[in-house]
């Protein structure tokens, strides 16, 4: 009864059901891939081996927090929609191990069927890997399977899958029912992380954007140092988003209230902005780091290789996860959608809103990444013969996922309101 409740839910939830097994597909992938090339290194790029390259090192710690970061949103979306379900199922008398098995099952068989599926597809590709070593990057490297690769990757997908059990059956077993149907249990935002206190107003804006935009100037002083001037950037832009942007779409609606399409637009970006700053930030610091990893030293052919994948699969990942903590955050926009639609919001209204909400916000995102890769990319034309192929391989990395996410959350957005008009 339950295994078939639970087969039941997995196919009536099946978007989210897709998104969440294809996260976790692409890190099993990804992380077989990964290791599997760092110990193909006979130089040592490995983490196993002293003498190990620092930034080697950091980039691989960097790689798995992100896929575990990944793999926490993707689960926070799937299964939070999963809580009205179980509200019912306990208001109904179910126990809290029955709740615990009815997400457990569904949990388990998306892990089975994405982690084979994945390290089987994975192993599959080790030969496109080395006719690219080949044939694009001359290299005479061949990279195989070997027992710490395959160690190292079994040690943390067994912590995946703890990671997710663990995370599922807690979920389960803490939630009561009346939290379960809380509106509250959909969203979460974030605040502020540095303030500068009581400094006037247009003098904290200026600093504020001084602090984002100079570092990204020093890029073409010292290539070394590009990584620590790009952090020192994202903590600029963080103070900038709750000092310069959020109170400029403010500004913005104060000047116009009449105009309701931009009225409204603006406060959800500005609602946005906010929520979603950690996974901004997150995003362009990967972004930043592999890309500079690349233009800041002289690689091999195998790191060239193992960071280029690394960046189109890491912004993939970190794509989603924005998908996922946005398209959460939309069960909870209906009731202002209600009300739009009793003051006399149109659907023709409902949606340009819409619309220009998530072509606003990605587009946001969309260009304070490219900022960064411009201007980290042109000090690799500056100083290294770096190709047109390469530019192209990095610009798109980053555009291509976040426009794929934006046309998906647009469609989410709308069948997540789109039940609330009236036939007119």
Partial sequence: MIVRDALRSLRDDFVRSFFYWLTLLLTS??????????????????????????????????VIVICMTAILFANDFFVKRKAKELAVRLICGATALQLATYLLIQTVILLIIAIPVGLIIANMMIPMMNHLLASVLNSSLVIANSYEANLMVGIILGFVVFFVIMLNLSFALRNAATMMFSKDIMTASGSGIFYLGNVPGVLKKILCLVLWLAPIALFYTTESGMIVYALLSLVGLNMCIDTVFVPWLSARNEKNPSKLRAFVRDGFIRHDLRMLKLNLLLMLGCACLLSTSLVSKQTKPIELLMYTMSFIVMNVLLSLAVLFKYSTDLTGRTRYFMTLDQIGCTDEDSAAIRRGEVIGFYGFITLIGLLYLVNIIAVGHMNHDMSAGFTAVFLIGFAVPLVLCALLSMYSYRRAVSTIHDPR
């Fill in 29 to 62: 992938i990804f992380i077989y891939l990964f290791f599997n090339m760092m110990m193909s290194d006979p130089d040592g790029a490995s983490l196993l081996t002293a003498g190990t390259d620092p930034l080697a090192t950091l980039i691989s710690v960097t």
